[in-house]
């Protein structure tokens, strides 16, 4: 599913977006303020898959992008 991660440039929520198409990411606007003045966010992903010997291995963080090292500073 193309979802999205958008933070708002004028109040700095940070959201997702279900976006079919290109064309729709021009008609994004910011939930919580309305503002049409938002920036698409680089996704952080994380999988898990057993390796060969059966010891499982992850990645990824449960965060939704945020660039700190701590959810402390999270919203």
Do not use: W
Not at 14 to 27: G, P, T, W
Not at 35 to 44: A, N, P, Q, R
């Amino acid at each position: 599913m193309p979802i999205f991660e958008f933070r708002c440039k004028k109040c700095c929520y940070k959201f997702e977006e279900l976006v079919l198409k290109n064309s729709e990411l021009n008609d994004i606007k910011c939930p919580k303020c309305e503002s049409k003045e938002v920036e698409k966010l680089i996704s952080v992903f994380g999988f898990r898959s057993t390796g060969s010997n059966g010891e499982t291995v992850s990645a990824g963080s449960s965060c939704t992008g945020c660039q700190r090292t701590t959810c402390a500073g999270c919203k």
